[in-house]
């Protein structure tokens, strides 16, 4: 099999995992960039900082809690715009809880954030490779981790609940997190257990997406920030915590 053959043959899995010290992220970006197609129209957050991604999230949600929406990039026009290729400004690493839908939370459209949700928000390989995919490839600005008040995942991680099926390996995922951060459930603190644990678990998860090779050197590179968030559910509010 000739060389080109064999280039061809390389997954999108396999560039990811490699990371960026070994290809570095313009080389995974090249890899990927054929599959990649630039939107019909130039949209306007696709030259943001770091900085001012998480500007536009923070202010997009204070119009959604000051029941102020402006339903950004909604219509049909938008979606015909991002139908061949996407730009999203950020990504969210979100929980998979029905109550935290991430695009309304934050007041945006089709294609301006790229999420990634699963009970916890915790960080697993499969969740690192698709945000580094999305910073690398698709050229994210931030990455948010948000967790939310009242997690159930959290709350069993707390109780070291017995559970069914695979849900305990989130339970796994997040009691690191946890461990020696906060009292007992029922114990007197500044704060309630549960709040403090899923916020706990919440920078804990930040410090593991840092760890990857890939995202670490568009962090150095500062072209992107990996931060924490806290949703509350009675409010619509979102606490950045890092």
Avoid: W
């Avoid at 305990?168 to 644990?197: D, F, H, Q, T």
């Amino acid at each position: 099999m000739g060389s080109k053959n064999q280039s061809r043959s390389v997954s999108r899995r396999n560039l990811l995992k490699f990371g960026a010290g070994v290809l570095g992220t313009s080389a995974i970006a090249a890899g990927l960039s054929s599959e990649i197609l630039t939107p019909r129209r130039a949209i306007a957050t696709e030259n943001l900082t770091p900085d001012q991604a998480i500007d536009v999230l923070i202010e997009g949600n204070r119009r959604f809690v000051d029941r102020k929406r402006k339903y950004p990039h909604q219509d049909f026009v938008r979606l015909t715009e991002v139908a061949m290729g996407q730009k999203p400004f950020a990504a969210v690493l979100g929980c998979a809880d029905s109550r935290v839908p991430t695009e309304m939370v934050f007041d945006q459209g089709l294609g301006d954030l790229f999420v990634c949700r699963v009970a916890g928000n915790v960080v697993t390989d499969e969740e690192v490779g698709s945000l580094e995919y999305g910073a690398a490839v698709l050229g994210t600005k931030v990455i948010l981790v948000m967790g939310h008040e009242r997690c159930g995942a959290v709350s069993a991680a707390l109780k070291g609940a017995q559970v069914p099926g695979k849900i305990g390996s989130l339970i796994e995922a997040i009691r690191p997190a946890i461990a020696g951060k906060v009292g007992s459930v029922g114990s007197k603190e500044a704060y309630p257990p549960l709040e403090a644990a899923t916020k706990a678990n919440v920078l804990y998860q930040v410090e593991k997406l840092k760890t990857s090779p890939v995202l670490a050197q568009l962090i150095q590179a500062g072209k992107l920030k990996v931060i924490g968030a806290y949703y509350d559910l009675d409010t619509g509010t979102v606490t950045r915590l890092a």
